[in-house]
């Protein structure tokens, strides 16, 4: 009887010990990570992809020595590309690192990174939450958080996106460990860790650790301001930073002092304008979507998780109404901040805050909304346990709550299903794939070309993708350009560095297809030698006396980046030195709700709902397709708010569409989604547009995608819709009125349209008319940087009432070859109903004679209805073939206000055309200018 009280004492103090907390978490990022865990393989239809062959080509370098490549040999079609000099590379070094281990390869080591990072976001909140309000708060927290849309679904599984993903789930962690050493409990363990992992947060993904940052340092100067107290810390707060930034300096300071070296364009228009990505609050709050495993890859909606803001309300509301916690009105206030940054009501913000456009997408602040949110629920928890009357009662609202987390994330646990084998992640395999893809370097936009690299559009070279498909050594040489007589062998080819031996009667150029980037250096038998750029291809050469030679080009550091290295050396040393003298803090003021370990019955319940929620979804749930998500038929979208049927050259439908049908404000986004779906196994990539416009030709607003739905059309499977998002901006200062929004489909090399067949399937039309869009004034008038204008003018008509505040000129020189030239003048009215009747926009010729005009309303916005302080933008398109008649030379471009019963009140030169007419185009020499009804 006593030996069994004694093992029963034995085993309760040893439950005592157990973190069981932890170890829910733990279980919690497992059935999170479960897609990942029971599926063989990767997707191939998301941004996963090009994250397996970024860190396939690292792995080629590093197997050969170069512990840390800038540069990637194989990237833009084997011409090389500096990606890893930007791009923060530490995802790409885990998956690596993962691919040593038998019986795994870099598909599985890039797999293993997407669930670490899910182990790390669930027990960096749980951490997190415990430290501020408890253990049973703390499993709230991870819950909450890794089960939150963006960070279970949306960023792994929607986006595939490896390197913000891990960024995201290293936030909870990062903070914990700060807090740790600002609040007075400093280890050595803890300074060392938040040293690191705030230096891994930005070798892991650069914008997140720019929010990231942001957001420790707020919470760092919130504390000193709440807390006076701890001023006397402040100085770990600013070490750790320090130290980190130090740590990573041989990353950041090259990637900034190198920033003009490449052409790098990810803000402004088009799709990665951040104004066309903001999130509706009704979407924001909203509950996840049921899926449509139909579709290639399933809509969904960027939201916070309805579980998400409903747990983490009370402990906000606390604050608010009982001025309650300090660390709660910390989280509460920047989850608010950040939720507004995601809406569009922000846009004057991000407009005001230019670095901001970096960003690019709004909605990327969800994860660390969602980490705010995580931690106010587990406050939430905190403050609602304490105000409960017994042990029933808490243990009612912490499984409630965990069981509310589970059930509303079913909805968002069934990514559509991949392909057991990814394939082949060779050097040879990489190239193909970006022809394929048309994402030349893995980026969509070439963010990371060399300065003077492919200034003309560049294709594959034949001879180079041959010697990649040869096996041996791969040929750089462009043997084109050889003279007659020379000999070049590749005497040894590295990832980095190449050697030649050259044999050659006379002195020439050796061109090699390598594009040019600082750190190349060449050498001839030795000594160093110059290296030329070839002109628009970007490309390395090098002159060769006569002769027998031996040319060596190799890729190396340049001054950046060993003072990088320096900075992060000195970094280093200075934190072993902090860490020898550092004298944990004797000072270990508990956190407000630390807490003991959980009652075993709290344990039992969190434990038992989760298990509960394990065999509910993998017993009922996960055997019955239709249950919490369904799957639209071949040929059919099930959601689709209007049918289409529309048959693109017989190789591509238009199954079906969605769009608005409220009235549009000018610089607002038209919403629209299209429904595709391949006739037959395509050969083209084709690319995809939606414009608004009014008449046929006049463009007020366009989105065009690469790779519609985010796939190429050669990889579209007969038996699945693929859904294709846009958000058309209807460009600020667009004229009230009726616009029509119309698709289609075309190929980029050449600008062919597929065209709509009719019923008989004859061509009739090379676009699908969707709808119409009624324009209205916008409540604002937009800022002037909104209008993208080249030249501003501020001209005021003023008996007219108006002002022509500027101008942009598609070109001021003009062949009939061209397309049409386009100018675009921006109105702003100085008072309502302005007197003006007409505008009138001429060609003037030398002699002062209009050669040519165009008169009417602006975008035929008649000025009577305009009010005060609207600005209207006013777009013509003028041909070719409409001065075809005119002589060549020089034009000027006149703008002139009629007043109503009255002629030209004033007239102002806004640019000049040059008219350049071969003489097989024509041009009549003596073109009467003087018959033209020019005001």
Same mark, same amino acid.
């Given at each position: ?583 944990? &803090? ?145 460009? *600020? ?47 604002? *008038? ?13 001209? &005021? ?17 003009? &062949? ?20 003006? &009747? ?98």
């Amino acid at each position: 009887m006593e030996s069994a009280r004694i093992r029963t004492q034995r085993t309760l103090e040893w439950a005592q010990r157990v973190e069981w907390g932890l170890l829910l978490a733990l279980a919690l990022a497992i059935v999170a990570a479960m897609p990942f865990l029971t599926r063989p393989g990767l997707p191939r239809a998301t941004d996963a992809e090009l994250h397996v062959y970024r860190a396939a080509e690292l792995g080629h370098t590093l197997r050969e020595g170069e512990l840390y490549p800038r540069w990637a040999p194989d990237l833009y079609l084997g011409y090389g590309y500096p990606i890893f000099n930007y791009y923060a590379p530490l995802t790409y070094y885990l998956a690596n690192a993962a691919d040593l281990l038998p019986g795994f390869d870099i598909v599985s080591g890039v797999k293993v990174v997407f669930v670490a990072g899910l182990l790390l976001a669930s027990t960096g909140a749980y951490l997190l939450g415990r430290s501020m309000f408890g253990r049973t708060a703390g499993v709230l927290a991870a819950a909450s958080y890794v089960f939150a849309p963006y960070i279970v679904f949306i960023d792994p599984h929607v986006r595939g996106d490896l390197a913000e993903h891990f960024a995201v789930c290293l936030l909870p962690l990062v903070f914990y460990t700060f807090d740790l050493v600002v609040t007075g409990r400093r280890t050595r363990w803890a300074l060392l860790s938040s040293v690191s992992l705030l230096g891994a947060l930005v070798l892991s993904h650069n914008l997140t650790a720019l929010v990231g940052a942001g957001l420790l340092g707020a919470y760092w100067l919130w504390g000193l301001i709440a807390a006076p107290a701890r001023r006397c810390e402040a100085g770990w707060g600013a070490l750790v930073f320090t130290l980190a930034a130090g740590l990573v300096a041989f990353f950041w300071l090259p990637a900034l002092a190198e920033w003009d070296a490449v052409n790098l364009v990810v803000t402004g228009p088009g799709h990665f304008d951040f104004r066309q990505h903001f999130v509706a609050l009704t979407d924001l709050l909203a509950p996840s979507r049921i899926l449509d495993l139909g579709a290639t890859a399933p809509r969904f909606r960027f939201n916070l998780g309805l579980a998400q803001w409903v747990l983490a309300a009370p402990g906000a509301i606390w604050f608010v109404a009982r001025r309650g916690s300090k660390l709660m009105a910390y989280f509460s206030a920047m989850g608010l901040l950040l939720c507004l940054l995601i809406t569009s009501a922000s846009r004057p913000l991000w407009e005001a805050i230019p670095p901001m456009a970096y960003l690019q997408f709004p909605w990327r602040l969800l994860g660390p909304a969602n980490l705010m949110l995580a931690v106010a629920a587990a406050g939430s928890v905190a403050f609602l346990q304490a105000r409960v009357g017994g042990q029933r009662e808490r243990i009612a609202l912490t499984t409630g709550g965990l069981a509310l987390v589970l059930a509303l994330a079913l909805l968002v646990l069934y990514p559509p299903m991949w392909l057991p084998d990814f394939g082949s992640t060779s050097s040879l395999d990489i190239i193909e794939w970006e022809i394929e893809s048309l994402a030349f370097g893995t980026t969509s936009t070439g963010d990371f070309v060399p300065k003077g690299a492919a200034l003309v559009p560049m294709g594959p070279t034949e001879s180079l993708l041959a010697s990649y498909a040869g096996g041996g050594p791969v040929d750089r040489v462009n043997r084109a350009t050889l003279p007659e007589g020379a000999r070049v062998e590749v005497a040894s080819h590295r990832q980095l560095r190449q050697v030649y031996e050259v044999s050659s009667e006379t002195g020439f150029i050796l061109r090699l297809y390598t594009f040019y980037f600082p750190g190349w250096r060449a050498t001839i038998d030795g000594e160093p030698a110059e290296i030329a750029v070839a002109d628009p291809e970007g490309f390395i050469t090098v002159r060769v006396p006569a002769g027998e030679h031996t040319v060596g080009v190799r890729f190396g550091d340049t001054p950046p980046r060993t003072a990088g290295w320096a900075v992060s050396g000195v970094a280093l040393a200075s934190l072993v030195a902090a860490l020898v003298r550092l004298r944990p &803090s004797r000072r270990r003021p508990a956190p407000e709700s630390q807490g003991a370990q959980p009652p075993v019955v709290d344990v039992i319940c969190l434990g038992s709902v989760l298990l509960l929620f394990v065999l509910v979804k993998s017993w009922v749930v996960d055997p019955h397709d239709d249950w919490l998500r369904q799957t639209s038929p071949p040929g059919q979208v099930l959601d689709a708010g209007f049918l289409a049927g529309a048959d693109f050259g017989g190789q591509i439908e238009l199954i079906g569409y969605d769009m608005p049908s409220e009235p549009v404000k000018a610089g607002d986004t038209i919403s629209v989604v299209l429904y595709w779906r391949a006739l037959r196994p395509l050969d083209d990539n084709y690319q995809s547009f939606v414009h608004l416009t009014q008449p046929e030709s006049v463009l007020w607003g366009q989105e065009d995608h690469l790779n519609p739905g985010g796939m190429p059309t050669t990889r579209w499977p007969m038996e699945q819709y693929v859904w294709d998002e846009y958000q058309v901006r209807v460009q *600020p200062g667009t004229p009230p009125g009726e616009y029509v929004l119309s698709a289609g489909l075309y190929l980029l090399y050449d600008n062919y349209r597929l065209p709509l067949l009719d019923a008989s399937g004859q061509a009739s039309s090379d676009r699908f008319v969707l709808g119409t869009i009624h324009v209205v004034r916008s409540r604002h *008038p937009p800022r002037v940087a909104e209008l993208d204008m080249a030249q501003m003018l501020d001209v &005021s008509f003023e008996v007219s009432g108006v002002t022509l505040v500027g101008t942009t000129q598609s070109a001021e020189r003009f &062949s009939l070859g061209d397309g049409p030239l386009t100018l675009t003048l921006f109105w702003r009215a100085d008072e309502a109903h302005p007197a003006a &009747s007409a505008r009138s926009v001429s060609l003037v010729a030398a002699d002062g004679a209009a050669v040519w005009c165009a008169q009417g309303a602006p975008g035929g916005y008649s000025f009577q209805d305009w009010a005060s302080g609207e600005v209207v933008r006013d777009l013509l398109l003028v041909s070719p073939e409409d001065l075809s008649a005119l002589p060549g030379g020089e034009y000027r471009l006149r703008v002139m206000v009629v007043r109503t019963g009255e002629g030209a009140s004033q007239s102002v030169d806004v640019g000049r055309v040059w008219l350049e007419w071969s003489e097989s185009d024509g041009g009549n020499a003596q073109a009467a200018s003087g018959s033209l009804q020019c005001p």
